[in-house]
C-alpha cells in the first residue's frame, strides 16, 4: 500500500535509492544535489541499505568509481549536476560506450560561468549526446517514480546503457510536496534481482573492459551504440507501462495536455511543464485551443512521436531552458524542428529562450509566447524564429 510522504525532490530521490538498494553509490556532493546523496548516506549509516557508499574526491572520480563497480557487476547509481556533471564528462562517454547500466540523477543547474547555481538545462543538453538515456521530470513524483523506472529501462537485456534522471534544481530539487511512494517490497518485486553481464569478477569467463579500439572497429563499435539507444523507445514505453499497472501513474514518452482539438501549443520540459499546465488551463477559458507537448524522453528522441502530435497544428512555441552558442535556437527548439521538416503538413515554429540561471518563468510569460506563435499564424510569416522571455533588455 502506498504511503504518502512531505518530500523534496532530493528526498524522493533518496527514498527511491533506498527502496532500490543498490549495491554500490558513489558521489561527491555539488549543489543542489546535495541533500539527495546526504539523505542517502544516512540511510546508509543506518543500515537501512547494504549499499557501499564511495566517498569520493570529485564528481569524475565517481564516475570513473561508477564504471569500476558497474563493469564488476554491481547495481550501481549516483547523482550530481551542473559543473559536476561537466567534470565526469570525460567518464559518461566511457559509461555508455561499455553499456554499464548506470543510474544517476542529475539536479538541473546553470554551468559557469558566470557562477550561477539554480536551475537551466544546460548540464543536462551538454551531454545529451553522451549515449545516456535522459528522461525529465515535472515534479518530486515524477523524480520519484522515474527513478525506480530507470532501473529497469537501463537494466533491460536490449537496452543496458545509463540513465540520467533530471529534475529542475531548487524548483523541484528543494521543494516539498506531496510524494506517493510505493511499499519496499512493491519496488523490489518491480525493479527484481540485477543480472549482471559479462562481470569482470567472474574469474571463470575473464573478459576485456576499455580496451584500444583503432579505425578496424571503433566505427563498428560506434554503430552499435548507435542502434542500441535507437531501440530504447519500445522498452522506455514498456517499463513505464508496467509501472503504471503498479502504481498508478502512467507515463510515456511524451504527454499531451489538452492537445486533442489544440491549434497552438508549447513544448516545454521539466517543471515548466505544471506552469504551463495552468496557463493552458487559462486560455482555454478564454475560448483558444491551446495545449502543451511535455517531453518526458529527450534521449532517445521520440521523433515520430513527437511529428504525430505536433503536425496537425497551426503553430508551435518551443521553450528552451539552455543556449546553443553560435548555433540556431536552443537544443530542443532544434530536434523539434528537425523532426518536423519531413512532414508533409508542419506547423509555424518559433523558439523562446527563458528561465536561464534561474530565472522564473511565469504563467504570463507563456502567455505571451502562445500570443506570439497565434501572430505568427495570423500573419502566415515567421518574422524572429528565435526569442527570448523573461529578458531585461
Not at 122 to 141: K, Y
Not at 233 to 258: A, N
Not at 292 to 310: D, G, H, M, S, T
Amino acid at each position: 500500500m502506498a504511503k504518502i510522504l512531505s518530500l523534496s525532490g532530493n528526498a524522493a530521490v533518496a527514498h527511491a535509492m533506498r527502496q532500490i538498494n543498490p549495491a554500490v553509490v558513489a558521489a561527491y556532493p555539488i549543489t543542489p544535489q546535495t541533500a539527495c546523496v546526504e539523505q542517502f548516506a544516512e540511510f546508509v549509516a543506518e543500515g537501512e541499505v547494504d549499499t557501499e557508499f564511495v566517498t569520493v574526491e570529485s564528481e569524475h572520480s565517481a564516475m570513473s568509481a561508477c564504471v569500476g563497480a558497474a563493469a564488476a557487476g554491481g547495481r550501481v547509481m549516483t547523482a550530481t549536476s551542473a559543473n559536476g556533471l561537466a567534470l565526469m564528462w570525460e567518464i559518461i562517454y566511457i559509461a555508455a560506450s561499455m553499456r554499464l547500466p548506470i543510474v544517476m540523477m542529475v539536479a538541473n543547474r546553470a554551468l559557469s560561468g558566470n557562477i550561477n547555481i539554480h536551475c537551466d538545462h544546460s548540464d543536462t543538453m551538454g551531454a545529451r549526446d553522451a549515449g545516456w538515456l535522459q528522461l525529465f521530470s515535472e515534479n518530486a513524483q515524477e523524480v520519484y517514480d522515474n527513478t525506480i523506472i530507470a532501473i529497469r529501462i537501463a537494466e533491460d537485456i536490449s537496452v543496458r546503457l545509463p540513465v540520467m534522471v533530471t529534475q529542475d534544481g531548487f524548483i523541484i530539487s528543494h521543494t516539498l510536496e506531496r510524494v506517493e511512494i510505493l511499499e519496499d517490497s512493491e519496488v523490489t518485486s518491480f525493479i527484481g534481482a540485477y543480472q549482471p553481464r559479462y562481470p569482470l569478477l567472474d574469474l571463470s569467463r575473464p573478459v576485456t573492459y576499455g580496451p584500444f579500439d583503432l579505425f578496424d572497429y571503433y566505427f563498428e563499435h560506434k554503430w552499435l551504440q548507435i542502434e542500441a539507444i535507437d531501440n530504447c523507445l519500445p522498452v522506455i514505453e514498456k517499463v513505464s507501462q508496467e509501472y503504471g499497472v503498479l502504481s498508478g501513474r502512467t507515463y510515456s514518452l511524451l504527454e499531451l495536455y489538452k492537445m486533442d482539438d489544440a491549434e497552438l501549443a508549447v513544448v516545454a520540459l521539466g517543471s515548466t511543464c505544471g506552469t504551463a499546465k495552468e496557463t493552458v488551463d487559462m486560455l482555454r477559458t478564454l475560448g483558444k485551443k491551446a495545449g502543451l507537448l511535455k517531453i518526458r524522453c529527450f534521449r532517445p528522441f521520440p521523433k515520430e512521436a513527437v511529428v504525430q502530435a505536433l503536425a496537425p497544428l497551426k503553430g508551435v512555441a518551443v521553450l528552451d531552458r539552455s543556449v546553443t552558442f553560435g548555433g540556431f535556437g536552443g537544443p530542443l527548439f532544434t530536434e523539434i524542428r528537425s523532426a518536423l521538416y519531413d512532414a508533409p503538413v508542419r506547423p509555424y515554429i518559433i523558439d523562446f529562450l527563458c528561465g536561464l540561471g534561474g530565472r522564473d518563468i511565469c504563467g504570463t510569460d507563456i502567455e505571451m509566447a502562445f500570443r506570439r506563435i497565434e501572430g505568427v499564424v495570423q500573419k502566415s510569416r515567421i518574422d524572429t524564429a528565435v526569442d527570448y522571455l523573461g529578458l531585461r533588455v
